[in-house]
């Protein structure tokens, strides 16, 4: 055991060494102890061991390494002896999952580590001669100055639409984007065509994954996010565990909403499956502007309020389908019915009857695309996350940290 571990031991809290031992149970440390002395308190002093034990220990993260990234391998070998106990605990009292192998030359964790702690490899080996020797060894893991967390927007089993994009979320701007982008894994099956790209964030950063054309139905999509411990840049590491994501694309249906005709159309495949009268954004100004592009579909609520001050505020509306960040639904609207089909009086969304906004409304899924065509003002960054079909492939490639 090194001076710092004995060090360590020796500031940690009686009820500190009483919670490891009723955490492990006293029959794993009762040679750990049996090797210390009473002090004049009555407090077991450290625990000795030999420098060099004759089991001939190993021990990964060295005895009094530092700086240890948590998803390093953490484990003990057994040269020339073997191991009866071995535990792994950390200075906050919680012991790591692991398990001894079975011919009791080694010992290994399988769950991972925490940043800014300090941990403990404790238990009892055997001399090739018989004798017992318990050992204590020691060491600390990185201190960083921050710890980001990562999230993904579709959930395992989730059916969503051809036009969906894989997004992940950091909580902390990515200095090594290339790095970063390398690790990241997305399979399709059929095969499918796809790139990251690096897109901004009010608060850290997003990265999408989209294909080139939109998906087939029935693609069966696996994503793998194994980024924890990973360095993101300038003292920024990933607290999240790995994270995966199974979900297969849906159907393929398609919304087209060509503004001047006042109709708007959903196609499943090549049939058109509804063909309603609509209103769309007034127009006489950018803001009521409905815009072209290639929307997605994010959200649906039954009932939902919308302001936009000073033109409304706390609007009830029914059935309503968000197809962008900027304001722009697809929603029933009574007051507008003498107009759809005929004039455009919106502020930007696209109005239904109440009848056919809930037709619609009980069809769309997360990821549909929604082709608007026929204004001047086209969809881009400032209205909202999903813009990732306004590019053309070779500049969404362009986006990606890999070039």
Request: charged share 20%.
């Given at each position: ?14 009820s500190r060494r009483a919670a490891l031992v009723a955490l492990t149970g006293a029959t ?177 950063e997003q990265a999408h994954w989209r294909s080139k054309e939109y998906f087939e139905p ?186």
């Amino acid at each position: 055991m090194t001076d710092e571990a004995a060090r360590a031991w020796e500031a940690a809290p009686v009820s500190r060494r009483a919670a490891l031992v009723a955490l492990t149970g006293a029959t794993a440390f009762a040679g750990f102890f049996s090797c210390g002395h009473p002090d004049e308190n009555g407090k077991p002093s450290a625990p000795t061991t030999r420098a060099n034990p004759r089991a001939g220990l190993a021990f990964e993260p060295a005895d009094g390494a530092k700086d240890v990234i948590p998803s390093s391998a953490t484990k003990i070998v057994a040269t020339g002896g073997t191991l009866v106990q071995a535990h792994l605990i950390s200075d906050d009292g919680k012991v790591v999952e692991g398990k001894l192998g079975q011919d009791g030359t080694s010992f290994e964790t399988s769950a991972p580590l925490e940043f800014s702690r300090k941990y403990f490899f404790t238990g009892q080996s055997k001399a090739p001669d018989g004798t017992p020797e318990p050992f204590l060894s020691s060491f600390a893991t990185l201190v960083p100055k921050q710890v980001a967390e990562v999230n993904v927007n579709i959930g395992d089993g989730q059916p969503v639409g051809v036009a969906a994009p894989i997004i992940l979320r950091f909580s902390a701007p990515i200095k090594n984007k290339a790095a970063i982008e390398h690790r990241l894994k997305v399979s399709c099956e059929p095969a499918t065509e796809g790139s990251w790209a690096w897109l901004p964030d009010a608060v850290g950063e997003q990265a999408h994954w989209r294909s080139k054309e939109y998906f087939e139905p029935g693609t069966k999509v696996h994503l793998e996010v194994p980024l924890f411990a990973e360095d993101f840049g300038d003292g920024v590491y990933c607290g999240t565990e790995t994270l995966t994501s199974d979900f297969t694309i849906a159907r393929h249906q398609l919304v087209k909403c060509f503004v001047p005709s006042h109709r708007m159309q959903v196609y499943r495949g090549d049939a058109v499956i509804m063909d309603f009268p609509c209103s769309y954004g007034e127009g006489n100004e950018t803001r009521n502007t409905t815009r072209t592009g290639i929307h997605v579909v994010t959200e649906k609520y039954a009932d939902f309020y919308m302001s936009n001050p000073p033109y409304y505020t706390n609007a009830h509306e029914r059935y309503a389908v968000r197809i962008s960040n900027n304001g722009e639904f697809i929603h029933a609207n009574p007051n507008t019915i003498g107009d759809q089909g005929s004039t455009n009086v919106s502020n930007g969304c696209v109005n239904l009857s109440t009848e056919n906004a809930q037709q619609y409304f009980g069809t769309a899924l997360y990821g549909d695309p929604v082709e608007v065509t026929g204004t001047s003002v086209q969809l881009s960054p400032s209205d909202g996350e999903i813009y990732d079909w306004t590019y053309d492939w070779e500049t969404w490639r362009g986006m990606s940290a890999l070039g």
